[in-house]
């Protein structure tokens, strides 16, 4: 079982207080705000400016953060390590269930699709990445709200139109209030032809590095019907695998 390493969460709690204080600190201020030692704080900043990530002001003696953990940032961002997990986490998805799945984050009040793994069945469901839908016909949106605070989650319900895209579509707030409240033990969201007729999906989300982000099984209404114990499964198993917990 992995462990909490504290000097590596100290490390980060660092950066937290700067970023929360905007402002240079002294070696006293930073113990006082992470609640150590002032030897123990003084050794942890001291290791940060020898790796370049602080610098020390010669006459007041106060900490300041460089630009250097920017750099880093910058260079993680440009690689854009999201990608390279929606794609793996996709395959295995698509290569458990056989159908289709897809990668969805929070655009306003919709989802956006971030990523799609195609079925290799002759028959299936396909969204092209950077297509955005209604958070109440899809089972990643639903799985986006689920995730959220009952606040947050109400708060961005308000904000949507309800404009029905089939016949199964649901059409007011309190009905996919209830609906979301109903499936949230579950850790999973279903979606029945509400989004498109004939099409069925089972949602998850949760967060990756920070970021909330939804994944779904996408197929047939009549094959999710017929394997939907087997796709519930993989997808519990994803959920508990795949995000931060």
Known sequence: MPQIIPT???????????????????NSEMARY??????????LLYTLRQAGYLLRSPKSRYFH???????VA???????????FASEALEILTRQSGESSMCGLLDGNKVKIYASQ????????????????????TALGKAILGEMDEASRNALIDTLHFEPVTSSSITAAAALRAQIEEQLPKKYFITRNEGNEGVSAIGIAGRVGGQLTALSIVGPTHRIDDDVEKYIKIILDARAEFFES
């Open 8 to 26: 590596a969460q100290r490390v980060l709690q660092v950066f937290e207080v700067y970023a929360r204080e905007r402002r240079p600190l002294s």
């Open 34 to 43: 992470l609640d150590l030692a002032d030897s123990s704080c003084s050794d």
């Open 65 to 71: 953060p460089t630009a250097r953990l920017l750099d």
């Open 74 to 84: 910058q260079g993680i961002a440009a690689a854009d390590p999201l990608q390279a």
């Open 118 to 137: 195609e079925s290799p069945r002759a028959l299936r469901y396909v969204l092209q990445p950077g297509t955005t839908l209604e958070l109440h016909v």
